[in-house]
Protein backbone atom coordinates (compact mmCIF):
# COMPACT_ATOMS: atom_id res chain seq x y z
CA UNK A 1 0.00 0.00 0.00
CA UNK A 2 1.39 3.59 -1.04
CA UNK A 3 2.35 4.98 2.69
CA UNK A 4 3.02 8.85 0.76
CA UNK A 5 -0.06 11.34 1.24
CA UNK A 6 -0.01 11.99 -2.53
CA UNK A 7 2.22 10.73 -4.98
CA UNK A 8 2.91 10.88 -8.67
CA UNK A 9 4.72 7.86 -9.99
CA UNK A 10 6.15 7.91 -13.47
CA UNK A 11 3.84 10.44 -15.17
CA UNK A 12 4.25 12.32 -18.50
CA UNK A 13 1.88 15.43 -18.74
CA UNK A 14 0.70 15.98 -21.84
CA UNK A 15 -1.77 18.90 -22.94
CA UNK A 16 -3.47 18.06 -27.01
CA UNK A 17 -1.38 15.80 -27.39
CA UNK A 18 2.00 17.24 -26.62
CA UNK A 19 4.61 16.67 -23.71
CA UNK A 20 5.14 19.05 -21.45
CA UNK A 21 7.13 17.50 -18.39
CA UNK A 22 8.49 13.84 -18.60
CA UNK A 23 8.59 11.20 -16.52
CA UNK A 24 7.94 12.92 -13.45
CA UNK A 25 7.76 11.26 -9.77
CA UNK A 26 7.43 13.25 -6.60
CA UNK A 27 5.88 12.71 -3.19
CA UNK A 28 4.29 14.59 -0.39
CA UNK A 29 4.41 12.29 2.86
CA UNK A 30 2.84 13.89 5.29
CA UNK A 31 -0.48 15.58 5.42
CA UNK A 32 0.46 19.12 6.07
CA UNK A 33 3.45 19.87 3.89
CA UNK A 34 3.73 22.24 1.29
CA UNK A 35 5.39 21.99 -1.92
CA UNK A 36 6.22 24.25 -4.65
CA UNK A 37 7.08 24.03 -7.78
CA UNK A 38 9.80 26.19 -10.67
CA UNK A 39 10.51 26.50 -13.39
CA UNK A 40 10.24 29.33 -16.17
CA UNK A 41 6.96 30.18 -18.16
CA UNK A 42 5.09 27.36 -20.62
CA UNK A 43 7.28 24.84 -19.02
CA UNK A 44 3.77 22.96 -17.65
CA UNK A 45 3.42 24.04 -14.11
CA UNK A 46 -0.36 24.35 -14.44
CA UNK A 47 -0.57 21.19 -16.90
CA UNK A 48 0.65 19.34 -13.59
CA UNK A 49 -1.67 20.97 -11.29
CA UNK A 50 -4.25 20.61 -13.83
CA UNK A 51 -3.74 16.69 -13.97
CA UNK A 52 -4.05 16.18 -10.33
CA UNK A 53 -7.00 17.94 -9.93
CA UNK A 54 -8.43 15.58 -13.04
CA UNK A 55 -8.63 18.52 -15.80
CA UNK A 56 -6.40 16.55 -18.01
CA UNK A 57 -6.12 12.86 -18.16
CA UNK A 58 -2.50 11.02 -18.21
CA UNK A 59 -1.52 8.06 -20.84
CA UNK A 60 1.05 6.39 -18.08
CA UNK A 61 2.23 6.13 -14.58
CA UNK A 62 -0.07 6.84 -11.87
CA UNK A 63 -1.35 9.74 -9.26
CA UNK A 64 -2.24 8.77 -5.81
CA UNK A 65 -4.10 10.73 -2.69
CA UNK A 66 -4.25 9.56 0.34
CA UNK A 67 -3.41 5.79 -1.00
CA UNK A 68 -6.50 5.94 -3.60
CA UNK A 69 -5.51 6.06 -7.34
CA UNK A 70 -6.77 9.51 -8.88
CA UNK A 71 -5.74 8.87 -12.31
CA UNK A 72 -3.21 6.45 -14.19
CA UNK A 73 -3.96 4.68 -17.88
CA UNK A 74 -7.30 2.79 -16.18
CA UNK A 75 -8.14 4.62 -13.67
CA UNK A 76 -9.86 7.88 -13.58
CA UNK A 77 -11.82 9.47 -10.53
CA UNK A 78 -13.76 12.85 -11.84
CA UNK A 79 -13.16 16.05 -10.86
CA UNK A 80 -15.78 16.65 -8.22
CA UNK A 81 -15.36 13.71 -6.49
CA UNK A 82 -11.19 14.08 -5.84
CA UNK A 83 -11.75 16.60 -2.77
CA UNK A 84 -8.83 18.60 -4.30
CA UNK A 85 -9.26 22.29 -4.65
CA UNK A 86 -7.45 24.06 -8.02
CA UNK A 87 -7.01 28.01 -7.60
CA UNK A 88 -6.09 29.50 -11.16
CA UNK A 89 -3.70 32.53 -11.97
CA UNK A 90 -6.83 33.42 -13.51
CA UNK A 91 -9.35 33.55 -11.06
CA UNK A 92 -12.44 31.39 -12.59
CA UNK A 93 -14.55 33.00 -10.82
CA UNK A 94 -18.37 32.66 -11.31
CA UNK A 95 -19.28 35.61 -12.57
CA UNK A 96 -23.03 35.56 -12.06
CA UNK A 97 -22.10 35.42 -8.35
CA UNK A 98 -21.42 37.65 -6.18
CA UNK A 99 -17.45 37.43 -4.47
CA UNK A 100 -19.41 36.38 -0.77
CA UNK A 101 -21.63 33.23 -2.90
CA UNK A 102 -18.78 32.47 -5.00
CA UNK A 103 -16.57 31.95 -1.69
CA UNK A 104 -19.14 29.93 0.03
CA UNK A 105 -19.84 28.09 -3.07
CA UNK A 106 -16.99 26.15 -1.76
CA UNK A 107 -17.60 25.83 1.99
CA UNK A 108 -21.29 25.01 1.74
CA UNK A 109 -19.92 22.17 -1.22
CA UNK A 110 -17.98 20.45 1.76
CA UNK A 111 -20.62 20.99 4.49
CA UNK A 112 -20.97 18.09 6.50
CA UNK A 113 -18.01 16.01 5.28
CA UNK A 114 -16.49 15.91 8.55
CA UNK A 115 -13.77 17.64 7.59
CA UNK A 116 -11.70 20.38 10.04
CA UNK A 117 -13.64 23.47 8.90
CA UNK A 118 -11.30 26.30 8.14
CA UNK A 119 -13.92 29.74 9.10
CA UNK A 120 -14.57 31.33 5.47
CA UNK A 121 -14.85 34.72 7.81
CA UNK A 122 -11.51 34.66 9.27
CA UNK A 123 -9.60 34.04 5.64
CA UNK A 124 -11.97 36.83 4.47
CA UNK A 125 -10.48 39.06 7.10
CA UNK A 126 -7.09 37.98 7.01
CA UNK A 127 -7.02 38.29 2.94
CA UNK A 128 -8.65 42.10 3.54
CA UNK A 129 -11.71 41.25 0.87
CA UNK A 130 -14.64 42.36 3.61
CA UNK A 131 -15.32 45.79 1.68
CA UNK A 132 -15.71 43.40 -1.66
CA UNK A 133 -18.21 40.79 -0.53
CA UNK A 134 -21.40 42.14 -2.32
CA UNK A 135 -19.79 43.05 -5.73
CA UNK A 136 -19.03 40.97 -8.41
CA UNK A 137 -15.72 39.62 -10.17
CA UNK A 138 -16.13 42.46 -13.25
CA UNK A 139 -16.28 45.12 -10.72
CA UNK A 140 -13.12 44.30 -8.92
CA UNK A 141 -9.44 44.29 -9.33
CA UNK A 142 -7.13 41.16 -10.47
CA UNK A 143 -5.60 41.21 -7.28
CA UNK A 144 -8.69 41.04 -5.68
CA UNK A 145 -10.22 38.26 -7.72
CA UNK A 146 -6.88 36.59 -6.97
CA UNK A 147 -7.75 36.86 -3.17
CA UNK A 148 -11.53 35.78 -3.84
CA UNK A 149 -10.16 32.77 -5.61
CA UNK A 150 -7.34 31.80 -3.00
CA UNK A 151 -10.00 32.13 -0.01
CA UNK A 152 -12.80 30.15 -1.78
CA UNK A 153 -10.23 26.97 -2.52
CA UNK A 154 -9.46 27.30 1.37
CA UNK A 155 -12.92 27.67 2.29
CA UNK A 156 -13.41 24.32 0.88
CA UNK A 157 -11.86 21.90 3.15
CA UNK A 158 -9.75 20.12 0.41
CA UNK A 159 -7.91 17.06 0.84
CA UNK A 160 -5.34 18.59 -1.54
CA UNK A 161 -4.98 22.28 -2.42
CA UNK A 162 -3.38 23.10 -5.81
CA UNK A 163 -2.47 26.92 -6.16
CA UNK A 164 -1.52 28.76 -9.35
CA UNK A 165 0.56 32.00 -8.96
CA UNK A 166 -1.78 32.47 -6.21
CA UNK A 167 0.12 35.52 -5.43
CA UNK A 168 1.43 37.13 -8.56
CA UNK A 169 -1.51 39.61 -8.77
CA UNK A 170 -0.81 40.63 -5.53
CA UNK A 171 0.54 44.72 -4.58
CA UNK A 172 4.50 43.86 -3.40
CA UNK A 173 3.59 46.17 -0.40
CA UNK A 174 0.72 43.28 0.40
CA UNK A 175 2.34 40.06 -0.77
CA UNK A 176 4.84 39.98 1.80
CA UNK A 177 1.58 40.22 5.13
CA UNK A 178 -0.33 37.39 2.38
CA UNK A 179 2.71 35.04 2.90
CA UNK A 180 2.92 34.66 5.52
CA UNK A 181 -0.77 34.87 6.43
CA UNK A 182 -1.73 32.16 3.67
CA UNK A 183 1.39 29.71 5.38
CA UNK A 184 -0.08 30.09 9.14
CA UNK A 185 -3.58 29.24 7.79
CA UNK A 186 -1.83 26.32 5.58
CA UNK A 187 0.05 25.07 8.61
CA UNK A 188 -2.60 25.73 11.33
CA UNK A 189 -5.22 23.45 9.45
CA UNK A 190 -2.71 21.02 7.97
CA UNK A 191 -3.67 21.51 4.64
CA UNK A 192 -1.44 19.61 2.07
CA UNK A 193 -0.47 21.81 -0.90
CA UNK A 194 1.03 22.30 -4.06
CA UNK A 195 1.86 26.19 -5.27
CA UNK A 196 2.80 26.68 -8.30
CA UNK A 197 5.42 29.88 -8.92
CA UNK A 198 7.97 32.12 -10.81
CA UNK A 199 9.50 33.63 -7.71
CA UNK A 200 11.81 31.61 -5.69
CA UNK A 201 11.82 33.78 -2.63
CA UNK A 202 8.21 32.94 -2.57
CA UNK A 203 8.71 29.20 -3.32
CA UNK A 204 11.74 29.07 -0.46
CA UNK A 205 9.68 30.83 2.53
CA UNK A 206 6.31 29.07 1.62
CA UNK A 207 7.56 25.60 0.72
CA UNK A 208 8.73 22.31 2.81
CA UNK A 209 10.38 20.98 -0.55
CA UNK A 210 10.79 22.86 -3.51
CA UNK A 211 10.99 21.10 -7.58
CA UNK A 212 13.02 22.85 -10.08
CA UNK A 213 11.01 21.63 -13.69
CA UNK A 214 13.54 22.85 -16.51
CA UNK A 215 14.16 21.37 -20.04
CA UNK A 216 10.35 18.84 -19.41
CA UNK A 217 12.23 17.01 -16.71
CA UNK A 218 12.01 17.50 -12.79
CA UNK A 219 15.93 18.93 -12.10
CA UNK A 220 15.66 19.17 -8.85
CA UNK A 221 13.18 18.32 -6.08
CA UNK A 222 14.91 18.94 -2.23
CA UNK A 223 14.21 21.20 1.29
CA UNK A 224 14.94 25.15 -0.37
CA UNK A 225 18.09 25.05 1.81
CA UNK A 226 19.54 22.56 -0.51
CA UNK A 227 18.20 23.63 -3.58
CA UNK A 228 19.54 27.29 -2.97
CA UNK A 229 22.87 26.20 -1.39
CA UNK A 230 23.59 22.80 -3.40
CA UNK A 231 22.10 23.23 -7.09
CA UNK A 232 22.63 19.85 -8.89
CA UNK A 233 23.01 21.44 -12.37
CA UNK A 234 24.26 23.81 -14.19
CA UNK A 235 20.93 24.52 -15.09
CA UNK A 236 19.21 24.89 -12.17
CA UNK A 237 21.97 27.55 -11.06
CA UNK A 238 21.25 29.46 -14.04
CA UNK A 239 17.76 29.44 -13.52
CA UNK A 240 17.69 30.55 -10.04
CA UNK A 241 20.29 33.25 -11.22
CA UNK A 242 21.75 34.00 -7.46
CA UNK A 243 25.11 33.32 -8.25
CA UNK A 244 27.98 33.18 -11.15
CA UNK A 245 30.01 30.34 -11.90
CA UNK A 246 34.27 30.99 -12.35
CA UNK A 247 36.47 29.25 -13.71
CA UNK A 248 38.91 27.31 -11.07
CA UNK A 249 41.57 24.56 -10.41
CA UNK A 250 41.74 22.20 -7.98
CA UNK A 251 44.87 21.97 -5.72
CA UNK A 252 43.97 19.93 -2.96
CA UNK A 253 41.25 18.08 -0.84
CA UNK A 254 40.09 21.62 0.44
CA UNK A 255 41.29 23.87 -2.20
CA UNK A 256 40.66 25.94 -5.28
CA UNK A 257 42.86 28.73 -7.10
CA UNK A 258 41.21 31.19 -9.17
CA UNK A 259 43.52 33.48 -11.67
CA UNK A 260 41.28 36.32 -10.18
CA UNK A 261 40.42 35.35 -6.59
CA UNK A 262 44.03 33.69 -5.96
CA UNK A 263 43.61 30.62 -2.92
CA UNK A 264 39.90 29.44 -2.45
CA UNK A 265 39.02 26.91 1.11
CA UNK A 266 36.46 25.21 1.54
CA UNK A 267 34.30 21.42 2.18
CA UNK A 268 33.69 20.23 -1.33
CA UNK A 269 30.28 18.93 -2.11
CA UNK A 270 31.05 16.54 -4.50
CA UNK A 271 34.64 14.77 -5.09
CA UNK A 272 37.05 16.29 -7.37
CA UNK A 273 40.84 15.08 -8.06
CA UNK A 274 43.54 17.39 -8.09
CA UNK A 275 44.13 18.78 -11.08
CA UNK A 276 40.62 19.11 -12.09
CA UNK A 277 39.62 22.25 -14.42
CA UNK A 278 35.69 23.20 -12.67
CA UNK A 279 33.46 25.80 -12.33
CA UNK A 280 32.73 26.86 -8.57
CA UNK A 281 29.76 28.73 -7.86
CA UNK A 282 30.10 32.16 -6.11
CA UNK A 283 26.92 33.57 -4.42
CA UNK A 284 27.00 36.95 -2.92
CA UNK A 285 27.28 35.80 0.82
CA UNK A 286 30.09 33.73 0.16
CA UNK A 287 32.60 36.28 -0.17
CA UNK A 288 33.96 38.35 2.72
CA UNK A 289 34.25 42.69 2.45
CA UNK A 290 37.64 43.86 3.89
CA UNK A 291 38.75 47.01 2.98
CA UNK A 292 42.93 46.60 4.33
CA UNK A 293 42.75 43.60 1.60
CA UNK A 294 45.44 43.42 -0.88
CA UNK A 295 42.72 41.68 -3.34
CA UNK A 296 40.84 44.90 -4.73
CA UNK A 297 38.56 44.28 -7.42
CA UNK A 298 36.74 47.66 -9.09
CA UNK A 299 32.92 48.49 -8.35
CA UNK A 300 30.89 48.56 -11.23
CA UNK A 301 27.68 48.59 -9.64
CA UNK A 302 25.80 49.21 -5.98
CA UNK A 303 22.12 48.50 -4.99
CA UNK A 304 20.28 49.34 -2.14
CA UNK A 305 18.33 46.31 -0.37
CA UNK A 306 17.27 48.14 2.29
CA UNK A 307 19.51 45.61 5.24
CA UNK A 308 22.30 45.03 2.64
CA UNK A 309 24.36 46.58 -0.38
CA UNK A 310 24.86 44.04 -3.01
CA UNK A 311 27.77 45.14 -5.06
CA UNK A 312 28.47 44.26 -8.50
CA UNK A 313 32.54 44.16 -8.98
CA UNK A 314 34.79 43.20 -11.78
CA UNK A 315 37.89 41.05 -11.92
CA UNK A 316 40.55 41.31 -14.11
CA UNK A 317 39.71 38.84 -16.36
CA UNK A 318 36.30 41.01 -16.75
CA UNK A 319 33.82 38.60 -14.33
CA UNK A 320 31.40 40.68 -12.32
CA UNK A 321 30.90 39.10 -9.23
CA UNK A 322 28.46 40.14 -6.65
CA UNK A 323 29.32 40.48 -2.91
CA UNK A 324 26.92 41.43 0.29
CA UNK A 325 27.87 44.37 2.75
CA UNK A 326 25.49 45.04 5.54
CA UNK A 327 23.70 48.72 5.01
CA UNK A 328 25.73 49.88 8.40
CA UNK A 329 28.98 49.36 7.08
CA UNK A 330 30.72 52.56 7.82
CA UNK A 331 33.28 52.69 4.10
CA UNK A 332 30.19 52.94 1.99
CA UNK A 333 31.55 52.32 -2.06
CA UNK A 334 31.17 53.96 -5.10
CA UNK A 335 31.50 53.08 -8.59
CA UNK A 336 34.84 53.07 -9.73
CA UNK A 337 36.31 52.48 -6.19
CA UNK A 338 38.04 49.96 -5.41
CA UNK A 339 36.60 47.22 -3.28
CA UNK A 340 38.72 44.43 -0.97
CA UNK A 341 38.15 41.15 -0.81
CA UNK A 342 39.03 39.25 2.83
CA UNK A 343 41.38 36.30 1.18
CA UNK A 344 42.56 33.51 1.67
CA UNK A 345 38.62 33.03 0.59
CA UNK A 346 37.21 30.43 2.76
CA UNK A 347 33.57 29.08 1.14
CA UNK A 348 31.58 26.74 4.12
CA UNK A 349 30.64 24.19 0.70
CA UNK A 350 32.10 24.46 -2.56
CA UNK A 351 29.99 23.67 -5.56
CA UNK A 352 31.47 22.82 -8.41
CA UNK A 353 30.65 21.25 -12.14
Known amino acids: MNKNFFEIKNV ?3 VGGKTKVKNLSLHIEKKGEIICLLGPSGIGKTTILRSIAGLEKISNGSISLKSKVLSSKNDYVEPENRNIALSFQENALFPHYTIKKNIYF ?4 NKGNGLRKIDPRKV ?3 LNIEKILNKYPHQISAGEAQRVSLTRALASNP ?3 LLDEPLSNIDENFKEEIQVKLKQILKDHKITTIIVTHDSYEAFYLGDKCGIILEKKLKQFDEPY ?3 HYPNSINVVNFLNRGVLVPAKVTGQYT ?3 DDLGLIKGNFVNEHKVGTKVKLLLQPE ?3 HDDKSNLQLDVVDKKFKGTNFIYTLKTKSNKNISV ?3 SHHVHQHQINDKFGIKNPIHIKHLVCF
Open 256 to 258: LQN
Open 286 to 288: DLE
Open 106 to 109: GADR
Open 12 to 14: DFQ
Open 159 to 161: DLL
Open 324 to 326: FVH
Open 124 to 126: IKI
Open 226 to 228: NVY
